[in-house]
């Protein structure tokens, strides 16, 4: 799950971390009202959207006056940002984060993210903050410094100080880095975090140090521990379907393809979708339905899957372990007489009861193609979309 930058600055102001004064706003009345209130003097006015490359794209201003607060924010209320994360669809704006202006030094980076094959939080920083990071690790690699963070004792403060000096800094700010990146850690660690990234952290005039920005993704497993971030969530921010179908507790990503997959695992669902790449098809989404998964449960999940108007074709790949192959042939059966599918459907089944699965498909007087194998499945799907 994803939040605004308004929101992930709270919480790292809940640790400790130093953030500009700021409030979020809702109408350009109150980007006049929040400018005000931080003195009258230079304010930022940031867009807020899920996404990166703000700036870049016009929804960031720097503004001198109340006044001029309040017209850009009647320029950016309603605007579509399009940036290199949000795609060429864009995302509308509809809150706006006014924030002190600060007298800025230097622009560093720093972010804390999982890495799998340690199985540890590492935490990242490079000297050249407000960049795209992608870009300074594929042309200066060099410039990027890691720290590998054991979960049994925490981020050292021998690790942080090491940060530091890597950062260039120097003196008390040494001091500075070292209880910031400390609180940083603690605010990824305490709220089960993926993700936490602040770019840039700046270095002030004074020698202060500060999140200018910051980002915060959470692991959604572990959401039911964190109430009070679990209500953060803006389904404005979402794909519609990807939210329709986390409520019936369906694991599903939308693609820009035109092959519906419904698979139950999600290393076999990403196994399918490769296939189908691999025999000239684009897939149209990921969707997990979950071992267990009832006919109710294919039956929502064939209602998501219908509401992708770019979708040609359907291919099921089940395995049939906990999900029985007659249970899922049953709800397939009785989700396409409901809603009356328009769209071809290749089933691949293999496992529990997959004869009588497949019995059930030919007697059913629906138009199923079934297959044997991933491959076969992935070609007829991929030949039946295309005709």
Avoid: W
């Amino acid at each position: 799950m994803k939040i605004h930058e308004y929101q992930a600055k709270a919480i790292l102001a809940r640790h400790g971390v130093p953030v500009p004064r700021g409030e979020v706003a809702f109408t350009p009345q109150d980007v006049n009202d929040i400018a005000r209130r931080l003195g009258g003097g230079t304010v930022v006015v940031k867009a807020q959207i899920h996404a990166g490359g703000r700036g870049k794209a016009g929804g960031v201003k720097v503004v001198h006056s109340p006044d001029d607060a309040e017209q850009v924010a009647k320029g950016l209320f309603g605007m579509r940002l399009v940036t290199y994360q949000t795609g060429p669809a864009g995302q509308d704006v509809s809150r706006i984060l006014v924030e002190e202006g600060l007298a800025i030094d230097r622009e560093l980076y720093l972010s804390v993210v999982v890495d799998r094959s340690t199985q540890r939080a590492v935490v990242m920083v490079s000297g050249e903050g407000g960049m795209d990071i992608e870009e300074v690790a594929d042309k200066t690699p060099e410039l990027i410094h890691r720290e590998g963070i054991d979960p049994g004792v925490g981020l050292m403060p021998f690790q942080a100080r090491k940060l530091a000096f890597a950062l260039g800094l120097s003196g008390d700010q040494i001091g500075k880095a070292t209880k910031l990146l400390t609180a940083i850690y603690d605010a990824f660690i305490a709220t089960d975090a993926s993700l936490l990234e602040v770019n840039p952290l700046i270095v002030t005039k004074s020698g202060d140090l500060m999140a200018l920005d910051a980002k915060m993704n959470f692991d959604d497993n572990a959401l039911y521990r964190h109430g009070d971030i679990r209500d953060l969530r803006d389904l404005a921010e979402e794909d519609p379907l990807e939210v329709e179908a986390s409520k019936f507790s369906l694991n599903y990503i939308r693609l820009d393809g035109n092959i519906g997959c419904m698979v139950n695992g999600a290393g076999l669902a990403m196994a399918t979708m490769d296939i189908i790449k691999l025999a000239g098809g684009d897939p149209a989404n990921f969707l997990d339905v979950g071992g267990g998964a009832n006919a109710e449960q294919i039956r929502n999940a064939f209602k998501i899957l219908m509401s992708d108007a770019n979708v040609k074709a359907v291919l099921i790949n089940i395995f049939g372990g906990i999900l029985r192959c007659d249970v899922l042939a049953a709800g397939v059966i009785a989700a396409v007489k409901e809603l009356g599918v328009p769209v071809p459907i290749v089933i691949r089944m293999k496992g529990t009861n997959v004869d009588e699965g497949k019995r059930m498909l030919a007697e059913s007087g629906l138009n199923f193609t079934t297959a044997d194998t991933m491959s076969e499945a992935a070609e007829r799907v991929v030949a039946l979309a295309k005709a």
